[in-house]
């Protein structure tokens, strides 16, 4: 292995022996930099020397460091668990997996579910999270499933979320409850996983826009069906998590369906459309557990990208995806945000009886408290609405503050739903003002003709989905694969943009992407 890193959540340790109480919590110490670094995640090395070599240990030498790291990992709250052990040069290496104990929120990263429609996506997650089996006739997907139309045509067209919750021991807690209770995983659980369902579908293409640019998913899971292939949306959604710089994770599904020449057919076309130019993607098949922790670490740099194997009627490669969603690492970081200003994106508004208005989203930044008065925006007018907060909750478990990173509902008073719209935001007023123009670093991704002055687009920025016209550009005309600056100004309402916003312009099946390097209003 590569020389250890000061840096990352990586630590080696050749022997730990002679623990005394000084030198327990000066390891802890260390110990508890590694999670840090991990976002409340950690891997140790024991019989590793820190140039890498696998020097190995003996089994009472691997004993006695196991005893002493336990009681090191006690005192900086981690519990933890371990992963494999394999031979070195004189004895064994054990790789040892930490994590925060139940004393911290847990940790929790968040997945997003791409692919085209019918590949597979919403029977996964209903798999996944109900622990259960498909029939082959809708069962797993009707579970989570919104709407009754949805059910009906077999069609994904809105954003949903359910979560799995994993404990101490790495045990998926979603498996021993009787039935799925999204606030009894939240509280038993220690790392949690959001599985964000997205539609499939062209003709929802926004929607999807919407949940990626709306949850600022750690990672995109892009479902294939072996037995057609990388078709439809699927090369859409690869470019997009590819411009949005967004890890992918492929998940083969139904292959207790496809005969094995389509089989190898499919795996061989989205092999091939990994490694394309721009795409520039490692694929890496993941069949044992070794893989898996091997897959886990690389993952988050998004060079490696892991492929799956499932059948969500027998049950085939679920366990391997099970345990790799356990280790799969929290990219987004979220600590320096917290002390900014608030800021909350609405992603959506309902209407619940004796509470009244009811919003959610993610919060970009700073944190909130029950009982604070915060302000509504931008109203048609750029103005703002002092509104109260009247109660948080989050994974359905009120809290009484909730952080930047956090997917939250909130109550509020004070304002009718009817004036409140998808892409205002709540704010401290510190973190936003509202904006009619600005100027961006953009890219055509695909456009039949040529981008001037003049094309008015739909712009998609967090929850925000406005049509925006380019009032300048240079060069003055852009085509498809070509980069530029460019002007754009809200046609019909200001809205809250912040520089280095990265967003996403679209128009027919015309597709950009850009960064925001200035507010010019």
Known sequence: MDRESESGNIEYKLLLDRLNEEKAERLAAQMLYRLNEGHGEAFYILGLSDDGEPVGLSDEELMKSIENLKIIAQKAGASMQIIRTVLGEKGAVAEVYLRRSRNYPPVEVSVALLGNVD????????????????????????????????????????????????????????????????????????????????????????????????????????????????????????????????????????????????AEMAVNEVVKLLKMPGVDKIPFFVKDDSDLIVASKNVANGRITPIFFVSNKTGE????????????????????????????????????????????????????????????????????????????????????????????TIALSRVEPEEIRSGMVLTDLKSARPTWRFRADIRVLHHPTLIKAGYEPVVQVNTVKETAKIISSEPPYLKTGEFGSAVFQFKYRPVVVREGDTFIFREGKARGIGRITEILN
């Open 317 to 408: 490669g679920l366990d391997l995806l099970k345990k790799f969603l356990n280790f799969l690492p929290r990219r987004m970081s979220w600590e320096d945000k917290i002390s900014k200003g608030f800021l909350l994106y609405i992603d959506d508004i309902f209407r619940v009886t004796g509470v009244g208005p009811v919003v959610s989203g993610l919060i970009s930044s700073g944190s909130v408290k029950e009982g604070e008065e915060m302000f509504l925006g931008p109203m048609k007018d750029g103005t703002f609405r002092k509104v109260m907060i009247t109660s948080i909750y989050k994974s359905r478990v009120p809290v009484e503050t909730a952080y930047a990173g956090d997917y939250v």
């Open 119 to 262: 590949a597979g996506k919403s029977t996964l997650k209903g798999v996944l999270a109900f622990s259960t089996l498909d029939n082959g006739n809708g069962y797993a997907m009707s579970l989570v499933a919104r709407y009754l139309h949805e059910i009906k045509m077999r069609r994904t067209s809105s954003v949903s979320v359910h979560i799995l919750g994993y404990d101490s021991e790495g045990r998926l807690v979603n498996d021993m409850l009787q039935s799925y209770n999204e606030a009894e995983i939240y509280l038993r659980s220690n790392k949690i996983i959001h599985l964000i369902d997205l539609a499939g579908h062209e003709k929802y293409l926004k929607t999807t826009l919407k949940g990626i640019m709306g949850n600022l998913p750690d990672y995109n899971m892009l479902v294939v069906s072996l037995s057609s292939g990388p078709i439809g949306t699927f090369r859409e959604h690869l470019g997009i998590s590819v411009a949005l710089k967004i890890p992918i994770i492929i998940v083969f599904t139904k292959i207790d369906m496809a005969p094995k020449p389509v």
